[in-house]
């Protein structure tokens, strides 16, 4: 069974752009989960979607978004970059719907640098 | 909030010898999952281990496990015959779709 994949890996943006990251789950998961990890702040829960609905929401700014299709692929959009947003985000998924018994499997990551 | 503590930034330990990493977090839950993740240079996070709080047995994965104490609210991960292979970020989190990590610790194998 393929992985979590994520698109792009790299991705060099300038502040005040907009950028789209995606993420592809595993067949048959329904749940899709999105962390920063920067070298300061370390691993942080940005959002967590099932069945095309956010079910769960970290502590970031509105211009973090997200989104996830009926084939469980899920987009993150982060509007008007600054340079504290350079990061890896990472993408996990997991079978979802079955509240805490639940375990999640990452993606490679997209490494964004904002110039 | 809930956090997660790793307490070693930084621990090393030579080919073929045990390592044990430490991990408190804090909670008001009585049911909750834990996690071992690791992450090599190529920065995939790769599950190791994982621990149903309300199971009393230690999880065991191969080489991997874990000391659970539930009332200490203490996570240990040990690693026996150490490769390698093994170097790498190792993370505890704690949590289901929302899982929250420690600050990690950056493992060295000596050979």
């Known amino acids: 069974k393929a992985g979590v994949t994520q698109t792009p890996r790299y991705l060099i943006k300038t502040r005040g752009q907009q950028v789209t990251l995606s993420c592809s789950p595993i067949?048959?998961?329904?749940?899709v989960s999105w962390y920063q990890q920067t070298p300061g702040q370390g691993l942080q829960f940005l959002f967590e979607?099932?069945?095309?609905?956010?079910?769960n929401k970290g502590n970031f700014p509105g211009r973090f978004s997200g989104r996830q299709f009926s084939n469980s692929r899920s987009e993150m959009n982060v509007s008007t970059l600054e340079l504290g947003d350079s990061a890896l985000y990472l993408c996990?998924?997991?079978?979802?719907?079955?509240?805490?018994?639940?375990?999640?499997?990452f993606g490679p990551g997209t490494r964004l640098t904002v110039l | 909030a809930q956090t997660v503590t790793q307490s070693q930034p930084e621990m090393s330990v030579q080919e073929a010898e045990t390592v044990t990493l430490s991990c408190t977090y804090d909670?008001?839950?009585?049911?909750?999952?834990l996690f071992w993740y690791k992450q090599p240079p190529s920065r995939q996070m790769i599950l190791v281990i994982r621990?149903?709080?309300?199971?009393?047995q230690n999880a065991t994965e191969n080489r991997f496990s874990v000391n659970f104490q539930k009332a200490a609210k203490s996570f240990s991960l040990k690693i026996s015959d150490s490769q390698l292979g093994d170097a790498a970020m190792y993370f505890c989190?704690?949590?289901?779709?929302?899982?929250?990590f420690g600050q990690g610790t950056r493992l060295t194998i000596n050979p």
């Open positions: 621990q149903e709080a309300y199971k009393q």
């Open positions: 996990a998924s997991s079978l979802g719907g079955s509240g805490v018994r639940d375990t999640q499997y």
């Open positions: 067949s048959g998961h329904r749940s």
């Open positions: 909670t008001s839950e009585s049911d909750y999952y």
């Open positions: 989190a704690k949590g289901a779709q929302k899982l929250v």
């Open positions: 979607y099932f069945s095309e609905t956010q079910r």
